[in-house]
């Protein structure tokens, strides 16, 4: 398994990136995705997430009516798309999903992460 994401950068307030997470290792569409962030000295906190079926969404109050998450199941890639960003979101972004184990349970697995600044 494994989540690749990219599309980090610095970012002036106001603007837009788009991060991507590229996924192999499984099968992508059958899997609930998310995105996460965090900066140093806090804990990770959920930003949004897509469900595998239907692809219904959920946000964090933070980001919401500002950042939209998507996916492309035939590409394998999920996509947060972050508009109209502030300081406050000044994080490193990291891609998740779970994945049943043999034993019924579900094992997390994150990727590398890519870092959003903004700023002047």
């Known amino acids: 398994v494994q989540l690749v994401e990219s599309g980090g950068g610095l970012v002036q307030p106001g603007g837009s990136l788009r991060l991507s997470c590229t996924a192999s290792g499984f099968t992508f569409s059958s899997y609930d995705m998310s995105w996460y962030r965090q900066v140093p000295g806090k804990e990770r906190e959920l930003v949004a997430t897509i469900r595998s079926a239907g692809g219904s969404t959920n946000y964090a109050d933070s980001v919401k009516g500002r950042f939209t998450i998507s996916r492309d199941n035939p590409k394998n890639t999920v996509y947060l798309q972050m508009n109209s960003l502030k300081p406050e979101d000044t994080a490193v972004y990291y891609c998740?999903?779970?994945?049943?184990?043999?034993?019924?349970?579900?094992?997390?697995?994150w990727g590398q992460g890519t870092q959003v600044t903004v700023s002047s």
């Open positions: 998740r999903t779970d994945l049943p184990t043999t034993y019924g349970r579900k094992n997390p697995y």
